[in-house]
Nanobody, 119 residues
Framework: QVQLVESGGGLVQPGGSLRLSCAAS????????MRWYRQAPGKERELVAD????STNYADSVKGRFTISRAGNAVYLQMNNLKPEDTAVYYC????????????????WGQGTQVTVSS
């Protein structure tokens, strides 16, 4: 079994910064792509950023403000110049190779961390 645990959310004023962390643990052979999603109240979950295969991608709404990075089995999201519309629950997601009777990639989700941008 694999667990993803996020941390770093909180309340911040507009223009402020936060750094989210997500650590993967458990029966991990390797990790392919890691992603950050967010879901605001009443809205669908959206992809914010991903990192895999040596490349990174960002949603247009966060380009130039957010930076995704990885170290070992962890992924981070540095969020700068935060805006009220960034308020959401942020989830990390990872494609993890494990042995589950056979070798396979399985996508796991973290439990989410709340980010609130408000004055």
């Amino acid at each position: 079994q694999v667990q993803l645990v996020e941390s770093g959310g909180g309340l911040v004023q507009p223009g402020g910064s936060l750094r989210l962390s997500c650590a993967a643990s458990g029966s991990i052979l390797s990790i392919n792509t890691m992603r950050w999603y967010r879901q605001a109240p009443g809205k669908e979950r959206e992809l914010v950023a991903d990192s895999g295969g040596g490349s990174t991608n960002y949603a247009d709404s966060v380009k130039g403000r957010f930076t995704i990075s990885r170290a070992g089995n962890a992924v981070y999201l540095q969020m700068n110049n935060l805006k009220p519309e960034d308020t959401a629950v942020y989830y990390c997601n990872a494609d993890v190779k494990s042995y589950i009777g056979l070798y396979a990639f399985v996508t796991y989700w973290g439990q989410g961390t709340q980010v609130t941008v408000s004055s």
